[in-house]
């Protein structure tokens, strides 16, 4: 079931470069992306996990987070194995940090993921758990199938994609929640081994296409949780998204390399939170306490 991977070149014989995201990894041959998700097999770049999803379930909506998308229902999520940054806390390291060899996966094409919807009377599919825009080719073409049939789409993500990818993704989607890990670039580059402007501007891109858009901020004890980011991230937010978005504060759990880290208490959530609400945010929503 491989596919040949979208949005790539040559750079010469036998290299590619990969243009999905902001890694913009070189790839020669016989190597992986970052992701670990895309490989250079004699000059093609392969999409590894099409059609291997290790993981799929049945959701609520509310779980993703979403707040104002089709409360009440249940959604098909699915995930591959791999992720396009290395956040050390990142709760689902096992498969995010992992490649398809090492995870237990189905076999399942592109028409059986909607089926497998319909079976289970879900109308939303999602794509989560790992980072969707690994697996790019396989949600994009899960979600035309999906549209197609009349069902809903959601793509909870880190935002680090590259315009282009963005801009044909967008149509198939109908609601993204976006985690939007700080507003400060530093946390990005220590942490998550990213950038934060590629994610800003997704988050702005979403916004200008009018699909349903909520954000999502994990807080860390000492690490994005003061008084002063909170109200940078929630002015930023206000400034270019709209005091209507949905803002979800979540709180952190030990996980990943930073076990030796608290974990969130529920009063700084609830602050943050509070903080949001001050500044004039109109729906604004706290998780995991």
Known sequence: MEKEA????????????????????????????????????????????????????????????????????????????????????????????????????????????????????????????????????????????????KMKTAMISNGFINPEPLKKLIPLIDAFNIDLKSINSEFYEKICDARLEPVLE????????????????????????SESEIKELVGWVIDNLGKETCLHFSAFYPQHKMINVPATRAETVLRAAGIARKLGMKNVYTGNI
């Open 6 to 149: 979208m949005f790539y070149r040559k750079l010469g014989k036998d290299v590619l470069k990969c243009e999905l995201c902001p890694n913009f990894c070189v790839i020669k041959l016989g190597e992986r992306g970052t992701c670990r998700a895309r490989e250079n097999r004699q000059g093609t770049l392969i999409a590894l996990g099409y059609g291997k999803p290790c993981s799929t379930s049945i959701d609520s909506i509310e779980k993703k987070p979403f707040a104002q998308f089709y409360p009440g229902s249940k959604t098909l999520t699915l995930a591959v194995a791999g992720c396009n940054l290395a956040c050390k806390h990142c709760q689902n390291w096992h498969i995010s940090q992992s490649d398809i060899d090492s995870v237990n996966y189905d076999e399942r094409g592109v028409s059986e993921i909607v089926k497998l919807a319909r079976d289970l009377n879900s109308n939303i599919i999602s794509f989560s758990y790992t980072e969707p825009t690994i697996f790019y080719e396989y949600m994009h073409d899960i979600a035309k199938l999906a549209q197609e049939n």
């Open 202 to 225: 997704t988050l702005k891109a979403i916004r200008k296409s009018g699909k349903h858009l909520e954000v999502t901020n994990l807080i860390i004890p000492g690490m994005n949780d």
